[in-house]
């Protein structure tokens, strides 16, 4: 029940409105940072500041952004993801 409050959160207040979505987390003496649109998500952006990881983010969400899309293939989906593989 809790994911799906997390989920209509997201949606609401992040994707719905055009922002970016960011997540840090402390690996003792380097951050890690996750940046998504709702649709695109990069993660494992490091960075030796929590402001250097979030701007590395920030740079791999716009280079995916604007890489051409490739044809994919389904590895696993589940109830709540579907992951895919560029052929």
């Given at each position: 029940?809790?994911?799906r409050?997390?989920?209509?959160w997201?949606?609401?207040?992040?994707?719905?409105?055009?922002?970016?979505?960011?997540?840090?987390?402390?690996?003792?003496?380097?951050?890690?940072?996750?940046?998504?649109?709702?649709?695109?998500?990069?993660?494992?952006?490091?960075?030796p500041t929590?402001?250097a990881?979030k701007?590395?983010?920030?740079?791999?969400l716009?280079?995916?952004?604007?890489?051409?899309?490739?044809?994919?293939?389904?590895?696993?989906?589940?109830?709540?993801?579907?992951i895919?593989?560029?052929?």
């Amino acid at each position: 029940m809790l994911w799906r409050l997390n989920e209509f959160w997201d949606w609401f207040w992040y994707y719905r409105k055009g922002k970016i979505k960011y997540r840090f987390w402390d690996e003792g003496n380097t951050f890690s940072a996750s940046a998504s649109t709702g649709e695109i998500s990069v993660w494992n952006c490091y960075g030796p500041t929590r402001a250097a990881a979030k701007e590395m983010a920030l740079y791999r969400l716009k280079q995916a952004m604007e890489r051409e899309p490739k044809e994919q293939e389904l590895v696993v989906e589940s109830e709540h993801i579907a992951i895919y593989r560029e052929k």
